[in-house]
């Protein structure tokens, strides 16, 4: 108050609450990977129309991890993707056929070169089909079908000449001429891309560290294609669980998820999952699932348990129940089809053996602090404003209980959490307050054992 007042009257001092921010929506993706855009820069994507607009109709099949987590209910795609020049692009190389030359022709013998949209192992195995049609000139046009073994999806295009055959394959998904070489009839026949090559451990430690700038994202992929290097596989899921381990000092605490390769024993997935055993990362069986099991997750609230949880979107998964039981000792999380439930998460927990919901109310519990501590930034400075900082803590974990992410003990003599707020006289002229917080997070109830007497 600048003057106070002389002749007797009112004057009223206007004092704005301190209103903390609403947390950003739990269940943000951070993936990366191979993608056809690339531009090296993180993209954000919140529904699939708008993922193909951004990188490209290939990333559908270079990281497809992208449509399961959307298809599932994660809330937003933040991809930051491979570095450019990461792996390799597979190509096919296809002879000219110089009976197929047109007359007057210069004299070209090359044939056509076809190169992947994306780089990586995906489009190994692709196929270009090349057939002439039965016309009186029989150079005029042939017909060019690609086809994608792994989703069976194909294109075929008509018509088609040396000349018209780049602008044609414009509109495909999976592959575009090398502009490089020179261009020709191919001689007719099929063939498979080959030498599609994935990124070092390396280069995925490169595009996960673009995601530290990221402090909405609470899960995170590394789309890994090649799995031949058990060693590889381990150290790039090792840099996904240190990233999430030094985001959650920075108060972004954040879960990683990886999959098993794509063929092993049990007692081989069950050993991968030793060697990476974190509370903050999740290893799923079997291949192929885990975008899947990302959105699952993200479309849940933090507290809710993904266990006996429907995914979509997999196929259908099959795992014995004796593989199950396997796979749960050693904490990797099964996804397996059960009749009249589909196909749905076994288990949901993370490769300590912890349950994944426990470790995402702890990391909401956190995110919430700092959201409410930075508020009272330079107002702590006395015992009025470190008392309303508690009060907003409490109120802030009041509405947790209320939402059923922390609940008291189960015989009602602890209470769902605890605040003390306070500072020593060496903290207060260090500028210090400290703030001490227990929480209690709910735990799904994953078993039911049940006694029946039966009465005479």
């Excluded at 056929?97 to 047109?102: C, M, V």
């Excluded at 996960?208 to 290097?229: C, H, I, K, T, Y």
């Excluded at 954040?254 to 050993?271: A, D, I, K, N, Y």
């Excluded at 930075?374 to 006395?382: E, M, R, T, V, Y």
Aim: aromatic residues 6%; proline residues 5%.
């Amino acid at each position: 108050m600048a003057t106070g007042l002389i002749i007797p009257g009112v004057q009223v001092t206007v004092v704005k609450e301190v209103l903390p921010q609403q947390l950003a929506p739990s269940g943000v993706l951070g993936i990366t990977g191979f993608t056809e855009q690339n531009t090296g820069k993180v993209v954000r994507a919140g529904s699939w129309s708008r993922f193909v607009e951004v990188m490209g109709r290939a990333s559908a099949y270079s990281l497809p991890e992208a449509r399961q987590a959307l298809d599932n209910g994660v809330s937003e795609l933040v991809i930051s993707p491979l570095p450019v020049g990461a792996g390799t692009a597979a190509s096919i190389s296809i002879a000219g056929d110089a009976s197929r030359f047109p007359s007057g022709a210069t004299g070209e013998k090359a044939g056509i070169t076809l190169t992947a949209r994306a780089p990586g192992p995906w489009a190994n195995g692709l196929t270009a089909r090349v057939e002439y049609r039965n016309n009186i000139d029989k150079s005029v046009s042939f017909d060019l079908e690609i086809t994608h073994p792994a989703s069976g999806a194909s294109e075929v295009f008509r018509n088609v000449g040396s000349a018209s055959l780049a602008s044609s394959l414009e509109g495909s998904s999976f592959v575009k001429v090398d502009a490089s070489k020179a261009v020709g009839w191919p001689t007719a026949g099929t063939y498979t891309l080959t030498g599609g090559k994935d990124a070092t451990a390396d280069e995925y430690a490169t595009a996960l560290g673009r995601l530290r700038n990221e402090p909405d994202v609470d899960l995170v992929v590394a789309a890994v294609q090649d799995f031949s290097d058990r060693a590889k596989v381990t150290r790039i899921y090792g840099d996904v669980i240190s990233h999430c381990n030094n985001l959650s000092g920075d108060s972004k605490g954040r879960l990683g998820l990886g999959q098993v390769p794509t063929s092993g024993t049990v007692e081989e997935h069950s050993q991968l999952a030793s060697n990476l055993v974190s509370d903050r990362f999740v290893l799923v069986a079997p291949n192929g699932v885990v975008g899947a099991v990302a959105g699952l997750v993200g479309s849940l609230a933090p507290h809710q348990s993904p266990t006996f949880k429907r995914v979509s979107g997999v196929g259908e998964p099959t795992l014995t129940v004796e593989e199950q039981k396997g796979l749960l000792r050693g904490n990797v999380v099964p996804v397996v089809v059960e009749r009249g439930r589909g196909t749905i998460v076994v288990r949901g927990l993370t490769t300590d053996g912890d349950q994944i919901n426990v470790r995402r109310v702890a990391d909401r519990a956190v995110r919430t602090l700092k959201m409410v501590g930075d508020l009272f930034i330079g107002l702590l400075n006395n015992a009025d404003g470190r008392s309303a900082l508690k009060q907003k803590l409490v109120e802030a974990l009041v509405q947790m209980q209320k939402d059923g992410a922390i609940v008291p003990s189960t015989d009602g003599k602890d209470p769902a959490f605890k605040v003390e707020v306070y500072s020593s006289q060496q903290d207060f002229a260090l500028g210090v307050v400290r703030v001490n917080m227990a929480v209690r997070p709910v735990r799904a109830i994953d078993y039911i054992y049940a006694t029946i007497t039966v009465q005479v």
